[in-house]
């Protein structure tokens, strides 16, 4: 199992940019999957983006254009270039990975998009 810790939350106004990053630390082979999500208060966790192992990507609908995935494998680390921010993409972002049938999951980091 992974450990994946994030970073780059914070507060941004409305068509604002923020650019969440997520670190992986430990067995890093055979990730198959990695991703981010988000959850608002009262609200279910949602896919928001995905990068799979051959570098292909899929953003949720709502994120589509505004919201880019990356990685940098020689750092270990994923990427979740947010622009043109909207209230509605307020929530705690987590970071995601999965090996075969494990999922390891970060901490979370809080985007706040408010004037």
């Known amino acids: 199992q992974v450990q994946l810790v994030e970073s780059g939350g914070g507060l941004v106004q409305p068509g604002g940019s923020l650019r969440l990053s997520c670190a992986v630390s430990?067995?890093?082979?055979?990730?198959?999957?990695m991703g981010w999500y988000r959850q608002a208060p009262g609200n279910e966790r949602e896919v928001v983006a995905r990068i799979l192992s051959d570098g292909s990507t899929y953003y949720a609908g709502s994120v589509k254009g505004r919201f880019t995935i990356s990685r940098d494998i020689a750092k270990n680390t994923i990427y979740l270039q947010m622009n043109s921010l909207k209230p509605e993409d307020a929530a705690v972002y987590y970071c995601?990975?999965?090996?075969?049938?494990?999922?390891?999951w970060g901490q979370g980091t809080q985007v706040t998009v408010s004037s």
């Open positions: 995601y990975a999965l090996q075969g049938r494990t999922d390891s």
């Open positions: 430990g067995s890093i082979f055979s990730i198959n999957v």
